[in-house]
Antibody, heavy 120, light 111 residues
Framework: QVQLVQSGAEVKKPGSSVKVSCKASGGTFSSYAISWVRQAPGQGLEWMGRIIPILGIANYAQKFQGRVTITADKSTSTAYMELSSLRSEDTAVYYC?????????????WGQGTLVTVSS | QSALTQPASVSGSPGQSITISCTGTSSDVGGYNYVSWYQQHPGKAPKLMIYDVSNRPSGVSNRFSGSKSGNTASLTISGLQAEDEADYYCSSYTSSSTPAVFGGGTKLTVL
């Protein structure tokens, strides 16, 4: 059964960047897509983008175009999400989640989440 | 991209059934059978409960069921139990430039 384990919490200054990792273990990595979803404090879920590791192709939510980069390293079964030009509104828990490749459909399982705090 | 519309809260007593609605448009919920539902307990990651409108992943109780009519999808929980108290989110594929959209979430309280 695949598990997704994310990197630890981060505190960043406004204007800087953050890179969060998501390592898969116990199952197939490359033949699925990895999406990134964030949740601001007390708020709902927001899809940011995804990558299909076997193809190395990523696509992003329009809201984050130009500010987010999602990559994957097949050799270590790890996906990465880098968000730049951070502002206070980016304070959130960031989750990775596995999904099918053909279409952005379900998300399962999810990583444990990484809290990113943006504060001066 | 507008979020799908869910009621902010629903409640029910143990043993009862409740239904959570998720309303979208013909570009998302109404146009595709790619609706999924997630349960999230406080401080925890979401958990997939229903996918492709009405399919249950292995290990999810058959007290959880999903359906769709037009632009509205629904999650029904029968035989409510205390551990069902959580936030529930729907999600759908969408034909817009951002291919996935979530609902705003519904807080389920078991009285």
């Amino acid at each position: 059964q695949v598990q997704l384990v994310q990197s630890g919490a981060e505190v960043k200054k406004p204007g800087s960047s953050v890179k969060v990792s998501c390592k898969a273990s116990g199952g197939t990595f490359s033949s699925y897509a990895i999406s990134w979803v964030r949740q601001a404090p007390g708020q709902g879920l927001e899809w940011m983008g995804r990558i299909i590791p076997i193809l190395g192709i990523a696509n992003y939510a329009q809201k984050f175009q130009g500010r987010v980069t999602i990559t994957a390293d097949k050799s270590t079964s790890t996906a990465y999400m880098e968000l730049s030009s951070l502002r206070s509104e980016d304070t959130a828990v960031y989750y990775c989640a596995r999904g099918p490749t053909m279409i952005v459909d379900w998300f399962d399982p999810w990583g444990q989440g990484t809290l990113v705090t943006v504060s001066s | 991209q507008s979020a799908l519309t869910q009621p902010a809260s629903v409640s029910g007593s143990p043993g009862q059934s409740i239904t959570i609605s998720c309303t979208g448009t013909s570009s998302d919920v109404g146009g595709y059978n790619y609706v999924s539902w997630y349960q999230q307990h406080p401080g925890k990651a979401p958990k997939l409960m229903i996918y492709d409108v009405s399919n249950r992943p292995s290990g999810v109780s058959n007290r959880f069921s999903g359906s769709k009519s037009g632009n509205t999808a629904s999650l029904t929980i029968s035989g409510l139990q205390a551990e069902d108290e959580a936030d529930y989110y729907c999600s759908s594929y969408t034909s817009s430039s951002t291919p996935a959209v979530f609902g705003g979430g519904t807080k389920l309280t078991v009285l």
